[in-house]
């Protein structure tokens, strides 16, 4: 079965510099999550989108930005990188009215 | 803010055992919750849901249990495998469909 894409999987950037992350969902989701995990941490939930609408805002930091588009697919954009941003950035999507969420495998962000 | 955590850090079990993996949660009006499994490098794996409407749910191999009066939960592996190794996290649904992650628990399995 098709899962949740996340491209790139891997991701090398300067402090300072921006990133643009991509998911695409699961065939027929319409709903997208955005997750961040720490080194040896839980993931921690940023943002969510419906229809292309933001849904629920998490621990998102402010030079952080995200969008859905018609298509489904989400992007977030991360600018002004600092180290601490040096995380797995984890996607999942889910079909509106159903709670379970697929996560896809994630992008290794390094901020040097 | 309210959170999910867990008991234990690390469990060892021995290939063929049974493993039970617990999790507290806080938040009382959480109504659903779930399992996940992550491997190293890998996006957290869909194990196995409860709603708060039951006690209990059974699945291959799997087999989580809810407490509601303690707010506990419980992942129960029959006949633990090599291949169970891995990261266990539980997660409760907020309203908004927010996951909110409990401290993961590393299930090594000995052969």
């Known amino acids: 079965a098709a899962g949740v894409i996340q491209s790139p999987r891997h991701l090398i950037k300067e402090k300072r510099e921006t990133a643009t992350l991509k998911c695409y969902p699961i065939?027929?989701?319409?709903?997208v999550y955005w997750y961040q995990q720490g080194p040896g941490q839980d993931p921690q939930f940023l943002i969510s989108f419906y229809e292309k609408m933001q849904s629920d805002k998490g621990s998102i930091p402010d030079r952080f930005s995200a969008q859905q588009f018609s298509d489904y697919h989400s992007e977030l954009n991360m600018s002004s990188l600092e180290l601490g941003d040096s995380a797995l950035y984890f996607c999942?999507?889910?079909?509106?009215?159903?709670?379970?969420?697929?996560f896809g495998p994630g992008t290794r962000l390094t901020v040097l | 803010g309210e959170s999910v955590g867990l008991h234990l850090p690390t469990l060892s079990v021995q290939e063929g055992d049974n493993s039970i993996i617990n999790c507290a949660y806080s938040n009382s009006a959480s109504d659903y919750f779930i399992w996940y499994k992550q491997e190293s490098g890998k996006g957290p794996q869909f194990i196995i849901d409860?709603?708060?409407?039951?006690d209990k749910r059974q699945g291959q191999r799997v087999t989580v249990l809810l407490n509601k009066t303690v707010k506990h939960l419980s992942l129960q592996i029959a006949a633990t495998q090599p291949g169970d190794s891995a990261v266990y996290f539980c997660?409760?649904?907020?309203?908004?469909?927010?996951?909110?992650f409990g401290g993961g628990t590393r299930l090594m399995v000995k052969p």
């Open positions: 409860i709603r708060s409407n039951m």
């Open positions: 997660a409760e649904n907020n309203a908004g469909n927010m996951l909110t």
């Open positions: 065939p027929r989701h319409d709903t």
């Open positions: 999942a999507s889910s079909l509106r009215g159903e709670d379970t969420q697929y």
